[in-house]
């Protein structure tokens, strides 16, 4: 297991690194200048060659590059004070710290995203082993036909449906907004739940197919059928047995479908108007702000590679016959 996490922890460093390589050298593809976008209307040589030397412009790409890895690790200074570890440079648009900037929006990402996971797991495994465990009854018709209508929605079309409902219609919810945990965490709840739901929706009815066909494969595997015929009943064997098998191929469109959390994730802020990171990527791509850009790029890749991680290590947790060499 160590030597696996080792390896995998080096892969996972040298794929940020060519992951921020490639993103700094595309964007100075882009023939705007991005220290014009910085001086704003009334601009001047002077003032545009100061705002080139404030935030190091006037160095060759490659210089910028090795400077901006080093900051990462070491700290950097800036025209705007000096930049602590790990500083992932200053803002074009506002000077401000990148580093601070995201973590004042990565709570919400964070909360968004790990509680939709966990609502969309419980609903999709639930809904799929109980639509396997009564197979062929209207409860499994009723979950099967559900996953497939519910498989087609789009977060940017549910969205306004469900809080039209919830929201303006009926008054049961009040709209989305962020309230940090530590300060309120009934207010948090409610705030993202409307979000929540949306994004379960979105990824329960993947969970709730997948379920039910591992769970039927894993209910005629010869362990199960030896269990129930040494006389064990067949829910002590549906959950003692079955269950854990079929959590395989569930772990795996799991890392799979880590990026299309993050995305999602993205898409559900701005369709609620909530500012996490997926905003601020927006923002930065719009306004050109590479250090945004290049931040939040480098934070979601992490992010992604350390699940992913997480969930190869799971395997060797449900399947003991899974060796991790």
């Not at 948090?188 to 379960?200: D, Y």
């Not at 934070?299 to 991680?309: H, M």
Request: charged share 15%; aromatic share 12%; glycine share 10%.
């Amino acid at each position: 297991m160590l030597r696996f996490l080792i390896r995998r922890t080096l892969g996972a460093a040298l794929i940020l690194l060519l992951i921020s390589a490639f993103t700094y050298f595309m964007y100075f593809a882009i023939p705007q200048d991005p220290a014009t976008l910085a001086c704003g209307k009334n601009c001047t040589p002077d003032a545009l060659a100061l705002i080139h030397k404030n935030l190091g412009l006037d160095k060759p790409v490659p210089v910028q590059y090795w400077d901006y890895l080093t900051g990462i690790f070491a700290g950097r200074d800036f025209a705007v004070g000096h930049c602590p570890a790990p500083c992932f440079g200053v803002s074009f648009r506002n000077n401000q710290m990148v580093w601070s900037t995201m973590m004042d929006r990565l709570p919400l990402t964070v909360s968004l995203t790990f509680g939709s996971l966990i609502v969309f797991l419980v609903a999709g495994l639930g809904a799929g082993l109980m639509a396997a465990r009564f197979r062929g009854t209207w409860l499994d018709k009723t979950f099967s036909g559900a996953s497939l209508v519910t498989s087609s929605f789009q977060i940017y079309f549910i969205g306004p449906v469900v809080m039209g409902i919830l929201v303006f219609s009926t008054g049961w919810l009040d709209k989305p907004n962020y309230v940090p945990i530590s300060e309120n965490p009934w207010g948090w709840f409610m705030g993202l739940l409307i979000p929540w739901i949306v994004m379960a929706t979105i990824f329960t009815a993947n969970y709730t197919r997948m379920a039910r066909s591992s769970m039927i494969e894993q209910l005629q595997e010869e362990h199960v059928r030896a269990a129930k015929a040494k006389g064990m009943s067949a829910r002590y064997a549906f959950f003692r047995y079955a269950w854990r098998g079929s959590l395989i191929p569930i772990i795996t469109i799991l890392g799979m479908d880590i990026g299309g959390l993050l995305s999602g994730g993205m898409v559900t802020e701005l369709t609620f108007g909530l500012a996490g990171i997926g905003r601020l990527a927006r923002d930065s791509v719009i306004g050109k702000d590479l250090p945004v850009l290049m931040g939040v790029m480098i934070l979601s890749a992490a992010f992604i590679i350390v699940c992913n991680i997480v969930v190869d290590a799971l395997y060797a947790v449900v399947d003991p016959r899974v060796r991790l060499s």
